[in-house]
Structure formats: structure tokens, C-alpha cells
């Protein structure tokens, strides 16, 4: 049951300039996919607070994008802070059984990570179904659900 997890280096995929976090789900037979990206606007004057930008790109290649942000939102908040307690997958030995799943379901998260105060660098974890973290995605998303709204706009001081 264990689906194939990669865990990608630096030179694999990293988040657009503007996001530190993204979370995505990719359907390859339809082509479509579902992206949420954690965006800190420069002008926005309250550090603990960002604004999401949701992207869903259908199968016939059309794009609609969404906004929200944790000043309007409060739950948005809630994927950062749980991904910690989503259990780490085992690394695969060459000689590990793994079960081929083809359901054409993707499950990613891209980030920035460290130890303590050193460098930082991106992380990238993929999954397919029946997984904690396709658990922890699709929660993600189904989260900021109610929060999304056609305009952008910026997190103001309270």
C-alpha cells in the first residue's frame, strides 16, 4: 500500500518567487490540477500574516485564480503548522517491495526547510493516494475552501 514518496533536491522544483509554500494536487488523465501558494506580499506590514492565491487549471487548459488571506481567514493557517505532524516517509532501499498505484493522482508540497538557524533550502515531498500526506493535502485545500474570493487584497494592520 505504500505509494512511491520522492523527496526531490534543491534542483528539482521550487515554489514561484513570490510563494514560500505550495500545495498541489495534479490529475494526469485530465491534466487538471489544484495549486495553493503561500505568497508574503513585500507591502504587507504584519509579518505573521500572508495571502494565499489559488490556482485551478481545468482539463480543457483554462486557469481560474482565487485569493484569500490569514487576516480574512484564520484556518489558512492550519496546513503550515500540521504538516509537522504528518509522519515522515521511510526512505526506499533499492531492494524495497513497493506497490505501483496508477491512479494518475499527485500530492506535493514545496517549501523552504532548515535545522536550526542554518541555511535554508527548498523540499519538495510527492505522494499518490492512501497516504497520510495525501490526507494532509487534500485537507489543505479543502480548508481555505470557503475563504476564496476573485479579488486580491493585501493584509492591512489591524
Known amino acids: 500500500m505504500i505509494a512511491a514518496i520522492l523527496l526531490q533536491s534543491a534542483s528539482a522544483s521550487i515554489p514561484p518567487d513570490d510563494a514560500w509554500f505550495r500545495v498541489s494536487t495534479t490529475v494526469g488523465i485530465s491534466q487538471s490540477a489544484t495549486t495553493i501558494d503561500f505568497i508574503k506580499d513585500h507591502i504587507d506590514t504584519d509579518d505573521d500574516e500572508y ?41 526506499t532501499l533499492p531492494s524495497d517491495a513497493t506497490e505501483l498505484i496508477i491512479d494518475g493522482v499527485t500530492y506535493s508540497v514545496i517549501f523552504s526547510a532548515r535545522y536550526g538557524s542554518q541555511f535554508s533550502g527548498p523540499l519538495e515531498l510527492r505522494s499518490n493516494i492512501d497516504t497520510p500526506f495525501a490526507a494532509w493535502v487534500n485537507n489543505a485545500i479543502a480548508t481555505a475552501k470557503p475563504c476564496w474570493s476573485n479579488y486580491r487584497t493585501l493584509n492591512r494592520p489591524r
Open 51 to 91: 495571502t494565499l492565491r489559488l490556482m485551478i487549471k481545468n482539463g480543457d487548459g483554462s486557469t481560474d485564480t482565487r485569493w484569500a488571506t490569514s487576516r480574512t481567514c484564520s484556518g489558512v493557517r492550519k496546513p503550515v503548522n500540521n504538516l509537522s505532524s504528518v509522519p515522515f516517509p521511510a526512505i
